[in-house]
């Protein structure tokens, strides 16, 4: 079994940073890639980025480039989204989930292993 949490969530004005964390505890084999979606009210879940726990390939929807940077601390399984510019339309419940390979990473039904989310508001 693979358990996430995240954390780091929050409140900002347009323009603010945030920075995410998701930890990943458990049999890790089998969740090296993390991705993070989003989920606004009213909408789909999106996906916004992914990577590996090990490594530094990583994967961005094209609303985010240039602005969400995704790192990791490898010793600590901890994945971050670093969330710049931030802007109105990235209020959402933020969540991470994990499985072995990012292929097709955006696809969420594809991801067995999902944390509670955390709440990012972008206020104007």
């Known amino acids: 079994q693979v358990q996430l949490v995240e954390s780091g969530g929050g409140s900002v004005q347009a323009g603010g940073s945030l920075r995410l964390s998701c930890a990943v505890a458990?049999?890790?084999?089998?969740?090296?890639?993390i991705a993070w979606f989003r989920q606004a009210p009213g909408k789909e879940r999106e996906g916004v980025a992914s990577g590996y726990l090990v490594g530094r390939t990583t994967y961005y929807a094209d609303s985010v480039k240039g602005r969400f940077t995704i790192s990791q601390d490898s010793a600590k399984k901890i994945l971050y989204l670093q969330m710049n510019s931030l802007q109105p339309e990235d209020t959402a419940m933020y969540y991470c989930?994990?499985?072995?390979?990012?292929?097709?990473?955006?696809?969420?039904?594809?991801?067995?292993?999902w944390g509670q989310g955390t709440q990012v508001t972008v206020s104007s």
């Open positions: 989930a994990a499985k072995e390979w990012c292929t097709d990473w955006s696809q969420y039904n594809d991801f067995q292993f």
């Open positions: 458990g049999d890790t084999y089998s969740a090296t890639c």
